[in-house]
């Protein structure tokens, strides 16, 4: 009996141990507490401004005037570069410029219409033309927000309106007459003249028995006998020899009597004829034709690309007053050919002689 009391009473002390452990693990408080926020952080808003369509446009414009076609074409959308390539873009403009004769052009942004993804920039251009005056526009540029910047969306009508939908640009000019060169007492030493060209074919002609012939050529071109002779000995079979340019006037009958012998070329034309082969050709000058790499120069200044032009002396120092002003009518024209429209005209001018202290007959 007494043991039993033992074992309940020993069980009773050790159940009292553990519940006391227990109360004791409960209430002793996390070793890291995690505060509970009162309240949420205030919300900050940033906010990414799109570039400006208007900055866009003016750069545009500046490449324009550039004459910078290359940054031009690279500011076009991705489906304006599929419609035309870099070197049809360049021409149109190039080709726009040299018909209109530009002088000068310059561009100004007006206003501007966004929304996230698209833009309509007004501007106006001012274009002036040597032949036909100003030729200023406003007109409106639409653009899209495409890959961080804003494109060009580009079409035909952004060089001038009336050029949308394939039309160009024809420029008719009028060339008044070069004028001449002459000497103190009135004697030209150049001028505009029928010519006749004298070629002929050695292949056909015996220096050593053409005797007639070869004194006829002589006498028309002023050539030596002897130097034609040795012109045909030297001459390599199948060979053409160019011999001399004549004024036709005081020449005719001969220069007739020549076109009927078969081994001889004539040709009969207007040209600026040099007399007596050039006098004082180092104070005269001369002209030539207008060079490929020049073209655009001169067409700008409002000349014909086949013309010729001053070269040296008093050809190029008098070029203006010897040509005078060219004249000339602007339309615009469709894919066709036919004219549209007339943007404007000038009335050419003709040039004026030069008189110089050279004398003729001392000169020869």
């Not at 360049?90 to 040299?98: L, N, P, S």
């Not at 004539?266 to 000058?285: A, E, K, M």
């Not at 002396?313 to 469709?334: C, F, M, R, S």
Request: proline share 5%; glycine share 8%; charged share 25%.
């Amino acid at each position: 009996m007494k043991r039993l009391r033992f074992i309940i009473l020993f069980s009773l002390a050790i159940l009292l141990v553990w519940l006391a452990a227990c109360n004791q693990t409960t209430d002793t408080p996390l070793a890291t507490e995690i505060p509970v926020a009162t309240s949420l952080p205030t919300p900050v808003i940033k906010t990414t401004n799109l570039p400006d369509p208007e900055s866009a446009a003016k750069n545009f414009l500046s490449y324009w005037q550039q004459e910078d076609y290359e940054k031009m074409y690279a500011m076009l959308t991705k489906s304006s570069r599929e419609k035309i390539n870099q070197e049809d873009f360049t021409r149109r403009y190039v080709r726009f410029a040299d018909e209109a004769a530009l002088l000068e052009w310059g561009g100004e942004v007006l206003s501007s219409q966004k929304t996230p993804t698209a833009a309509t920039v007004n501007y106006k251009v001012d274009l002036v033309s040597s032949m036909v005056g100003s030729l200023g526009r406003e007109m409106a540029m639409g653009m899209v927000f495409e890959d961080g910047e804003w494109k060009v969306d580009w079409n035909d009508g952004l060089i001038m309106p009336e050029l949308a939908g394939g039309n160009t640009l024809r420029m008719d000019l009028e060339l008044p007459e070069r004028q001449a060169i002459f000497d103190r007492n009135g004697n030209p030493l150049v001028s505009l003249a029928e010519a006749v060209s004298i070629g002929i074919y050695p292949d056909f002609i015996n220096p050593d028995e053409d005797d007639g012939l070869i004194g006829l050529l002589a006498s028309v071109t002023g050539l030596r006998s002897a130097y034609i002779r040795q012109l045909i000995r030297d001459a390599n079979p199948g060979d053409f020899i160019g011999l001399a340019q004549i004024p036709a006037e005081g020449n005719e009958q001969r220069a007739n009597a020549l076109a009927g012998i078969g081994s001889v070329v004539t040709s009969w034309y207007q040209s600026r004829f040099y007399y007596d082969g050039g006098i004082g050709p180092h104070v005269t000058g001369y002209t030539s034709q207008i060079q490929e790499e020049e073209m655009s120069q001169y067409r700008r200044a409002g000349y014909r690309s086949d013309e010729y032009v001053g070269r040296k002396g008093i050809e190029q120092w008098a070029e203006k007053i010897l040509t005078g002003k060219h004249g000339g009518t602007l339309y615009i024209v469709d894919a066709e050919g036919k004219l549209v429209d007339q943007l404007g005209s000038s009335p050419a001018e003709p040039g004026q002689p030069v008189y110089t202290t050279l004398d003729k007959d001392l000169q020869e």
